[in-house]
């Protein structure tokens, strides 16, 4: 069982959609071209398109297992005094006086171009638990790194 955002549940339901109203149609079609142009022991394209059809029914059957077993994270349980998941997080590098935001989401959900941040990762784990101005040191592959929280947010 994984947890997930609305937004990310969302976002699975919909390439689900797609890959069936879309993908598996075209598939169809592929191989009912190759079926038509004859003897299918030597069709390489009837090969190909059997190939793909068999991985497409397995990422959708993936899909759907995942959407069957998602659990949604309650944020309205969630303490917003604390850094937690789904908490916006403002942190200052005390080596270097930067500040950064973050937003901690599900490991499946990360993206840090977006500021999304998997709670697996080391920074998050760092500070996952606490407070406004607590100071945390977080060992990243370029060595440890001392941060000051700044601010937590949690957008309910």
């Known amino acids: 069982m994984k947890y997930y ?4 549940l969302n976002k ?3 390439e689900l959609e797609h890959l069936m109203s879309v993908e598996r149609p075209g598939i169809s079609q592929a191989i009912a071209e190759a079926r038509d142009k004859g003897d299918l022991s030597e069709n390489a394209e009837y ?5 793909a059809q068999g991985m497409l029914e397995l990422k959708i059957s993936k899909l759907q297992d995942t959407i069957r077993n998602a659990r949604i ?3 309205s349980k969630l303490d ?3 850094v937690l998941i789904l908490s916006t997080v403002q942190i200052k590098n005390l ?3 930067s500040i950064q935001t973050y937003t901690l989401v599900p490991e499946n959900e990360a993206d840090i171009r977006k500021g999304k941040l998997s709670v697996s990762s080391p920074i ?8 406004i101005g607590d100071h945390v040191e977080v060992t990243v592959p370029a060595g440890k ?12």
């Open 5 to 8: 955002t609305l937004e990310g």
């Open 12 to 14: 699975l339901k919909s």
């Open 47 to 51: 090969d190909a398109a059997k190939n």
């Open 73 to 75: 994270i309650d944020e």
């Open 80 to 82: 917003s005094t604390k």
């Open 95 to 97: 080596l270097n006086e």
């Open 124 to 131: 998050a784990q760092g500070l996952l638990g606490k407070i």
């Open 145 to 156: 790194i001392p941060f000051e929280i700044v601010s937590i947010k949690r957008e309910i």
